[in-house]
């Protein structure tokens, strides 16, 4: 097949907090050959370098020079910034609530979107977070909206919590939550939101692979028309 006819391809996935987005989105591109990039690491890895050097994450002139100057590379399942891997470092609390903080910022997500749209010049992405399927692809070949129940939510993240030995309850997990969900979805730029050509998918009560297979069959039906990926 000729060059010109591979297609690279994006398959959006947004949604809230501890709806299933990761672990979904790992198995998809691993299942098509894409590769994968998790978003939120990318703003959770700008938060660690301001906290690192007592930048207050809500600083909104500081913070915009650090998302601009910051070296985000994703290898897979890691990520490294300024060439350190911060992999395990950016799921610290402080971190996760700083990135929620920084995820306000205009020219911090102008700085962000820039790289995620460069990645996905590169190679056919599933690409997750919060913005993908209306910002940063608003053409994406595929976008679901991942969603799940607030309190399904919950208990997976703590079960996730509890699986590393992290020593939180899941009163105070339910008040984080509620607390990012409420800044993701209110905020002035790219708030959480599904778009308006984007396939609604409730987790709640579904199985990875019933997720998992549920993605695959819409890839499938709007890019497997003859053409090769990649
Ligand atoms: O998905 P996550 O929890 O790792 O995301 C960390 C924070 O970054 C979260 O508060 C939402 C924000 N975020 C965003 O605003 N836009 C994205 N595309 C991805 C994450």
Redesign the pocket.
Known sequence: MAEGDKKRVVVAIDGP?GAG??TIAKRLAERLGFTYI???????AVALWALRQNIDPGDTHRMEQLAMAAEIELAPGRIRLNGEDVTEAIREPEV?SG??KA?VIPGV?RA?VAKQRAMGERSSVVM?????GTV?FPGAEVKIFLDADPGERVRRRFQEAQGKGEPVSEDALAAQIAE?DR??RTRAE?P?AQAPDATYLDSTSLAIEEVEEAILRIVRARIANGKEFH
Do not use: C, N, P, Q
């Not at 998790?38 to 959770?44: E, F, I, K, L, S």
């Open positions: 907090a987005k990761s998790d978003t939120g690491a990318m703003y959770r996760t990135a929620s995820a997500r962000m997750e977070g919060r913005d993908i940063v990012r800044r993701d790219a959480l």
